[in-house]
């Protein structure tokens, strides 16, 4: 299945640095309130064509509402007041003019599973109907795939017709990035997916992500500080809505660090 | 470990084992339980009790004078002919049927729209005072709408269409679609509200507009609590008598136009049922009516009952 993707070696081994692309999403001076509370405050970093990028930071430090911000969930936040500017794949998206067209771009896993109460497939197929997709064939396709890429299409197979949200909550996440998948994005957005998967799936699911960023350039919200190890090239760490720094992941850890408090954090010394 | 803690725990053990009688809290339970099963049993009793009664009622002129062939197929109800009483219900069911069909017609995709409405798109204030003014539609009093239909929409519809008389099934179908559409609004809107907001946050994030949200999505999740909203007006609309009695003309007729007077079967019951002597053929003819009431509302509850377990087990 991931055998297909297209991998050059030049692609595996590029250093983010060097890319000669125009970063995918560049973030400048980027503030988020809530009502009059302040939640980010002016954050800027670049994310890279097909990098793994990693945010962490304690709970309240702001992370799942830049990913909002992101793909402009704000709109439907009552008193959400994003500032500052998010360019992804060089537009503005405060001035997209089809947010609709925005959001099929980006895929979003959010941390607990949402089994659309559809059957299994019609969970999977329903990003690609909504973009006009009917012929059967077609779908049948999308689904086998994106299922298969989520690591759950053989315990599934034989009950594709079954309703998505009876499935268990370990299922239902992998569902959750089937259908974040379906839509075939450029971003996938994961916020801590795995809370309610199980080690052992949740190695399986890395292993698709690790594939995938050649394809896809991925956002990885995690609060397991070895999950952003073993899977992102670069890390952001976040601390009460502020950039504490971004840096190569390897390097972080070996402790080159420019803040004292990032080895902290990584070292779990941190309240 | 500290000695201190270990008395602490064992002392902790001693009062939790005192602690494993039948105290007030267990009583209250109990009590508790009790009643709620009698309210609940007695609800049941009751609509047992009814039927027996009505079935008592009808039962010895079902099984001795009536014709169920004739009951069923002819429209002529005379029960009042002196030489040749006719006990032909086909009128009635098709008087009462007409007018129901069109309330539904015209009530429910309002009402659906009025709740997508309310639920989905208007927001704050708007949809605060929406929900309440549809609340006190709910609340007018089925006479009101009755003389609505006698001293409003009947010299209206005479003149708007020319016809001679306009107490009839658009008159009373209309009526009665205007007093179901706002009950229905209101469980239709309280079904999309169940609907949780991660369903609708996980299909926009699929870059779903609110159209396709509505559509794909909150109307498949809400699914059995719209058909229960429409099946209660249907009920609303078979049961209701006096808006019906009031708008429809009140006149036995197989109706082949909306423009026809008809006459209902609760409206039968309720105009006639006062001049029967107790007992007499006519009587117990009119609690047919009422059995033949019961069973149809049965026979829609039960149906929604299996659409609705059909749609969950998919
Ligand atoms: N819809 C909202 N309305 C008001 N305040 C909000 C809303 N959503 C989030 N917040 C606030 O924003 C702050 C940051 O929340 P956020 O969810 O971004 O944190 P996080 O970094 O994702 O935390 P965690 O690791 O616990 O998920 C919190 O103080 C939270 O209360
Ligand atoms: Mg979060």
């Keep these: 299945m991931v055998a297909e993707t297209p991998v050059t070696a030049s692609a595996s081994n590029a250093r983010v640095q060097t890319e000669p692309t125009p970063p995918f999403v560049e973030v400048q001076d980027l503030s988020i309130h809530y009502g009059g509370k302040k939640i980010l405050s002016g954050v800027s970093f670049d994310i890279y064509e097909n990098e793994i990028f990693g945010i962490i930071g304690p709970a309240n430090s702001g992370k799942t509402s830049f990913l909002r911000a992101l793909n402009r969930m704000d709109m439907f936040t009552p008193g959400m007041n994003v500032t500052g500017t998010i360019k992804i794949d060089g537009h503005d998206i405060q001035r997209w003019k089809n947010v609709y067209a925005l959001r099929r771009r980006i895929g979003v896993v959010f941390p607990l599973p949402v089994g659309l109460p559809l059957s299994v497939y019609d969970n999977v197929a329903l990003a690609p109907r909504l973009a006009g997709i009917k012929r059967r064939s077609e779908l049948d396709i999308i689904v086998e795939r994106c299922l298969t890429r989520a690591a759950l299409w053989e315990e599934v197979k034989d009950r594709l017709d079954s309703l998505g949200s009876l499935l268990s909550g370990g299922q239902q996440q992998r569902l959750t990035i089937a259908r974040a998948l379906s839509q075939d994005p450029d971003l996938l957005l994961l916020d801590e997916f795995s809370i309610a998967v199980d080690p052992v799936t949740t190695m399986r699911i890395e292993d698709v992500l690790k594939e995938l960023k050649h394809e896809i350039t991925i956002v990885l919200v995690t609060n397991l500080v070895q999950q952003t190890r073993r899977l992102s090239d670069r890390t952001a760490f976040l601390l009460s809505g502020e950039l504490v720094e971004v840096g190569e992941t390897a390097e972080l850890f070996e402790g080159k660090v420019r803040d004292q408090r990032t080895l902290g954090y990584l070292e779990g010394r941190f309240g | ?314």
Excluded: C
């Design chain 2, 1 to 314: 470990m500290e000695p201190q803690t270990t008395d602490r725990a064992r002392s902790r053990r001693e009062r939790r084992r005192g602690e494993d009688r039948r105290d007030r809290n267990w009583y209250i339970d109990k009590a508790v339980q009790a009643l709620v099963f009698i309210g609940g049993i007695s609800g049941i009793l009751f609509i047992i009790g009814i039927f027996v009664f009505i079935t008592k009622e009808g039962y010895g002129f079902i099984a001795e004078t009536l014709d169920i062939g004739e009951f069923l197929t002819s429209p002529r109800w005379r029960p009042t002919s002196d030489h040749n009483p006719t006990y032909g219900a086909l009128a009635l069911i098709a008087g009462t049927t007409s007018v129901t069909g069109l309330a539904m017609l015209v009530s429910v995709p309002f009402s659906l729209g009025a709740a997508i409405y309310i639920g989905e798109f208007a927001k704050g204030r708007t949809r605060e005072t929406l929900k309440i003014l549809v609340e006190l539609l709910a609340a007018i009093p089925s006479v009101v709408w009755g003389f609505i239909g006698l001293s409003i929409m009947n010299p209206l519809i005479i003149k708007t269409f020319n016809v001679p008389i306009g107490l009839n099934v658009l008159n009373s179908g209309l009526i009665l679609g205007l007093m179901a559409a706002p009950i229905m609004t209101t469980i239709a809107e309280d079904a999309l509200k169940a609907v949780p907001d991660t369903y609708r946050e996980a299909a926009e994030a699929l870059g779903a507009t609110k159209w396709q949200v509505i559509y794909r999505v909150v109307l498949p999740a809400g699914k059995n609590g719209l058909v229960a909203a429409v099946l209660l007006g249907v009920g609303r609309g078979f049961g209701e008598t006096m808006a019906v009695l009031m708008a429809s003309g009140h006149s036995i007729n197989l109706p082949t136009s909306v423009f026809d007077s008809v006459r209902a079967l609760t409206a039968t019951i309720a105009a006639e049922l006062g001049e029967t002597a107790v007992g007499s053929d006519h009587y117990r003819a009119l609690f047919t009516l009422g059995i033949l009431l019961f069973v149809v509302t049965f026979v829609i509850n039960l149906t929604a009952d299996l659409v609705v377990r059909g749609i969950r087990k998919k």
